[in-house]
């Protein structure tokens, strides 16, 4: 970036937050409130090597952009890897071999794979519920009981939406049910 585009944002700032002080000035002096003004906070910046700390304040800001970033990320290597899989996958669909064992280890093969992409899509539909959760300022605590899910629980599975707790009664549920 050029000197001039730097020296050109570092004005631009300025000149708002000078604006600002300006409204809070005129707004004292005249004993009326000033209008509320949009400003857009610029998303807060994390290192890479940055890990959530249990002496922090539990889902701060830091928090949210960390886990924001590891879904997106985790989304991103997913959808590459259904894209790279489907892609190879269609590939060998022009070999069909007149051995009756190995077109049936063709299809297993297939269906295998098949059974692998749905269950990363089920995953990349967590991870955009998960990020809808960190916009609604719900991420990281407890669907049932609203308690805090834990940093350890959500370094380990980022999508989780239960407590251990929770989890294991709704797993006991399911088993309920499934067995009926």
């Known amino acids: 970036m050029s000197k001039a585009t730097k020296l050109k944002k570092k004005v631009t700032k300025s000149k708002v937050k000078i604006a600002a002080k300006v409204k ?17 906070k610029a998303p807060l910046k994390i290192s890479k090597t940055y890990i959530p700390k249990e002496t922090e304040k539990y ?5 949210k952009v960390f886990f924001k970033i590891k879904l997106q990320e985790w ?47 089920k995953l990349i539909s967590e991870i955009d519920k998960a990020l809808m959760r960190i916009r609604d300022d719900t991420y990281g605590y407890c669907l049932d009981t609203a308690e805090p899910i834990g940093l350890k629980r959500l370094m380990a599975r980022p999508v989780a939406k239960y407590t251990i ?16």
């Open 75 to 121: 989304k991103k290597e997913l959808v590459r890897a259904n894209n790279e899989s489907l892609y190879n996958g269609s590939m060998d669909d022009n070999s069909i071999s007149a051995d009756i064992v190995d077109q049936a280890s063709s299809y297993t093969d297939k269906n295998v794979e098949m059974k692998s992409i749905n269950r990363q899509i």
């Open 24 to 40: 809070k000035k005129v707004a004292s002096k005249t004993n009326k409130v000033a209008p509320k003004t949009n400003i857009v």
């Open 165 to 180: 707790d929770a989890q294991e009664k709704h797993e006991k549920n399911e088993k309920v049910h499934a067995d009926e």
């Open 59 to 63: 889902m701060c800001e830091k928090h």
